[in-house]
């Protein structure tokens, strides 16, 4: 059965930090890139950040670039996002998905790919940053 579980959501003030995860099982991690995407409320889910297990390639969407960093371990077939100098447009739902890596680049996966397209999807884990 595969499964992504996301932890590390949680409430903090403007300009803290979180750390979160996505572990995954039941498929071939290497093989798989994982993305991480956000739905703000009222908004369209969005992507984040994605990275490639296979190089460890990593693409950010604009707003975050510079204070998100995303990681990948395969001895623990987790994907880690360190948040850092959060803000409160950075409140939502975040969801980690994962995609067979056969994309061009992870600007691909992360903007190009139609959801419904992504091969698995996580519960999500809400992050709520206050001012």
Not at 27 to 39: K, P, S, V
Not at 100 to 106: E, F, G, K, Q
Request: charged fraction near 20%; charge should be negative.
């Amino acid at each position: 059965e595969v499964q992504l579980v996301e932890s590390g959501g949680g409430l903090v003030q403007v300009g803290g930090s979180l750390r979160l995860s996505c572990t995954a099982s039941g498929f071939t991690f290497e093989d798989y890139a994982i993305g991480w995407f956000r739905q703000a409320p009222g908004k369209e889910r969005e992507g984040v950040s994605c990275v490639a297990n296979s190089d460890g390639s990593t693409y950010y969407e604009h707003s975050v670039k510079g204070r998100f960093t995303a990681s990948s371990d395969r001895a623990k077939n987790t994907v880690y996002l360190q948040m850092n100098s959060l803000k409160p447009e950075d409140t939502g739902i975040y969801y980690c998905a994962a995609k067979w890596d056969i994309l061009a680049t992870m600007k691909t996966f992360c903007v190009d790919t139609p959801h419904h397209d992504i091969d698995y999807w996580g519960k999500g884990t809400p992050v709520t940053v206050s001012s």
